[in-house]
């Protein structure tokens, strides 16, 4: 298993849709963490419109964590996304509820990795990164850290910063999503402004991405359209990252990139 965490500078959306589009599509079993702070639980509210009755996520494995037993609570807040390989740990629902997170990510990471040795891996959605200060020990212990970005100036610059921070935090194992290529920038252009390796590309469509953001119903041939097929290669793309992060650095390797 492994563990993908991804997450954008502010200004640059479609983390979450991102992150969910890429789970329905997965090759085995995938938790996703909901670990934006300031968030909410986009999913609860989003794709699954309200109407589910919410488990106590994140909320109650503080309160587990503080009796030691935020392992064997774990798989009891995960929520199903029905007739789909996908698990759901929902975030915190309130400011106030994040006083308490940063107890949380470490042994979280733990019982994760721990959850299932038989092929589950974890897609995290962080949202927005840090601009100053540390990462979350989550986002910081993850295999990969993919930053998400669109491809205009301002989301491009402020990425940029973020992009340079982090590196002094996570020299290896970040990779590029880039939200919307050619709007206008293509994703060379925008891999060469950030300086890293650009890991996929995901293209822009509102109303598919709605599906996941807001619960929308999928258009007619949804299975074939291009962001569909963008979802998939980048997904595959994303665990190739992650297999050749997980090698010993060779002069030789080389990761296939995205243009
Ligand atoms: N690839 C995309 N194409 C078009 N619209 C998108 C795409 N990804 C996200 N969006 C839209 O952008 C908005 C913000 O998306 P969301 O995933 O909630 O962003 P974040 O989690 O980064 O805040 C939503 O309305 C969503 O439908
Ligand atoms: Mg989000």
Redesign the pocket.
């Known amino acids: 298993m492994a563990v993908f965490a991804c997450g954008?500078a502010s200004s640059?959306?479609?983390?979450?849709?991102?992150?969910?589009a890429l789970a329905c599509e997965w090759s085995r079993p995938v938790v996703i963490v909901e670990a934006?702070p300031t968030?909410g639980s986009?999913i609860l509210a989003?794709f699954f419109r309200g109407a589910v009755e919410p488990t106590g996520g994140l909320v109650e494995l503080m309160v587990a964590q503080r009796q030691d037993q935020l392992a064997d609570r774990l798989p009891s807040v995960l929520l199903p996304i029905p007739d789909s390989p996908v698990k759901v740990l929902p975030g915190i629902q309130t400011r106030a509820q994040g006083a308490g997170l940063e107890s949380v990510w470490s042994p979280l990471l733990t019982a994760l990795r721990d959850l299932d040795d038989t092929g589950t891996d974890v897609l995290v959605?962080a949202?927005?990164l840090p601009w100053t200060g540390a990462l979350n020990p989550l986002v910081l212990g993850a295999d990969v850290l993919l930053l998400?970005a669109g491809s205009h100036l301002p989301v491009v610059a402020k990425t940029r910063a973020l992009a340079a921070d982090l590196a002094d935090q996570r020299p290896s194992g970040v990779g590029l999503l880039v939200?919307?290529p050619n709007r206008p920038y293509g994703v060379g252009e925008v891999a060469k402004a950030l300086s890293l390796p650009a890991v996929g590309r995901?293209?822009?469509?509102?109303r598919?991405?709605?599906v996941?953001?807001?619960g929308g119903a999928p258009a007619r041939h949804a299975e074939r359209s291009a962001?569909r097929g963008s979802i998939r290669a980048t997904g595959e793309a994303i665990r190739a990252f992650a297999e050749a992060a997980r090698r010993p650095a060779s002069p030789f390797l080389s990761i296939g990139g995205v243009r």
């Not at 995901?202 to 509102?206: A, M, R, V």
Request: hydrophobic residues 40%; glycine residues 12%; charged residues 15%.
């Open positions: 954008s640059s959306p479609g983390v979450t849709t991102t992150v969910l934006d968030a986009a989003g959605d949202g927005r998400a939200i919307g995901i293209e822009w469509d509102p598919a991405a709605a996941y953001s807001q962001f």
